[in-house]
């Protein structure tokens, strides 16, 4: 029988899971995107990606960070009137912190021992240790692990952790309606637009520049924070049929997203494609989240879908570094076995950290959760 979510259920970011005020329901479908985002990200650090290149799959990781995060801090608030920062800061670093640590300074000391490529400069380790590389890589240059240039994302996300928290309370505490925070968290992302469009056209900036800032991708994030906050498809009605969700939002954001990756026009991908990305991903969630079991969405519910859905952060921590130590030792084979080989050693790597650290911290974490 097809099943859709109802208003009455939620989610927590911290296990992927949904959580109300009074019950933790699971929802698998967000573990199965974190697969399929993770996938199109290896695809294309793999050179094997044809249609969907790696940044989609990165757009769709902060699509959903923002969306899961937002969800949390709004229920929360909605239950207690107010925020502990204190313990959502605490589950953030318990979270992201030990994993990160521990494969950068891995990377780093095999670096130096001369078992992977690329060479170690003590700016670029310390840009990424404290979570800036994005703006370093951009404006400064290499002497990282190689691979461990994926980080970058990882600092979007973590000046995303640090200020809107503090954003969110503020529009919560003048009482701003959700829907008048869905059309400010939308001002933004026009905002961001706007300002890609002024770096693209008037400066003439590289997409570099464009494609890993903070102040150019944000909108990514906020694209997520706005569904969290009015329409969110675990905590609010549904505003239309479910035909018109499955079988005209739901296709026309799908081809959007095709058009959008097939294109290869530098000014289009410097900026209004992150845009329509955003936009396109809502029918996408809102399906996905409310219609679980229907259609190529009961795909997302298999286990091992689900697995590797929990396995994705560590899993997008080792890939590239993997992927170039399986090149520089099996130069001889073709991409495809390479690429197999990098995902088996990605996958029990990132399997052992899950064993190890993050299965473990999850107990930690969950005594710092209010829900």
């Known amino acids: 029988?097809?099943?859709?979510?109802?208003?009455?259920?939620?989610?927590?970011?911290?296990?992927?899971?949904?959580?109300?005020?009074?019950?933790?329901?699971?929802?698998?479908?967000?573990?199965?995107?974190?697969?399929?985002?993770?996938?199109?990200?290896?695809?294309?650090?793999?050179?094997?990606?044809?249609?969907?290149?790696?940044?989609?799959?990165?757009?769709?990781?902060?699509?959903?960070?923002?969306?899961?995060?937002?969800?949390?801090?709004?229920?929360?608030?909605?239950?207690?009137?107010?925020?502990?920062?204190?313990?959502?800061?605490?589950?953030?670093?318990?979270?992201?912190?030990?994993?990160?640590?521990?494969?950068?300074?891995?990377?780093?000391?095999?670096?130096?021992?001369?078992?992977?490529?690329?060479?170690?400069?003590?700016?670029?380790?310390?840009?990424?240790?404290?979570?800036?590389?994005?703006?370093?890589?951009?404006?400064?240059?290499?002497?990282?692990?190689?691979?461990?240039?994926?980080?970058?994302?990882?600092a979007v996300e973590e000046h995303f952790y640090l200020l809107f928290p503090l954003f969110y309370v503020a529009l919560r505490k003048l009482r701003v309606s959700s829907r008048r925070q869905m059309l400010i968290f939308w001002g933004l992302c026009l905002a961001v637009l706007l300002w890609r469009c002024v770096l693209v056209y008037g400066f003439g900036v590289p997409e570099l520049r464009i494609f890993c800032a903070t102040d150019t991708r944000l909108d990514s994030i906020l694209f997520g924070c706005a569904l969290a906050v009015n329409g969110n498809p675990m905590l609010d009605k549904q505003d239309y049929s479910n035909k018109l969700w499955k079988y005209f939002l739901l296709p026309i954001g799908i081809i959007v997203i095709i058009f959008t990756c097939v294109s290869r026009s530098p000014e289009f991908r410097g900026t209004i494609r992150y845009t329509i990305q955003g936009i396109a991903l809502y029918p996408i969630f809102v399906t996905a989240i409310r219609f679980p079991t229907w259609g190529l969405f009961a795909a997302l519910n298999f286990k091992w879908m689900r697995f590797l859905g929990i396995l994705s952060y560590s899993l997008y921590l080792v890939h590239y570094t993997v992927l170039f130590g399986v090149w520089k030792y099996f130069p001889q084979l073709h991409k495809v076995p390479q690429a197999g080989i990098a995902l088996l050693i990605s996958f029990g790597l990132a399997y052992l950290i899950y064993l190890f650290i993050e299965f473990p911290l999850r107990q930690v974490r969950k005594k710092f959760s209010r829900a």
Request: hydrophobic share 45%.
């Open 1 to 154: 029988m097809e099943k859709s979510l109802t208003s009455s259920s939620g989610t927590n970011p911290e296990a992927s899971s949904g959580v109300n005020a009074h019950s933790r329901i699971y929802i698998p479908s967000l573990d199965g995107i974190r697969t399929v985002a993770f996938v199109i990200v290896f695809l294309s650090h793999a050179g094997l990606a044809k249609v969907f290149p790696g940044s989609f799959g990165v757009t769709v990781f902060f699509f959903l960070s923002g969306y899961l995060i937002t969800t949390l801090l709004r229920q929360e608030y909605d239950r207690y009137e107010t925020i502990d920062f204190k313990l959502f800061y605490l589950r953030r670093i318990l979270r992201i912190w030990p994993s990160f640590y521990l494969v950068l300074g891995i990377g780093a000391v095999l670096t130096v021992l001369e078992l992977l490529p690329g060479k170690i400069i003590l700016s670029a380790f310390l840009a990424q240790f404290l979570h800036y590389t994005n703006y370093y890589g951009i404006f400064i240059g290499e002497g990282i692990t190689a691979g461990s240039w994926v980080y970058w994302s990882l």
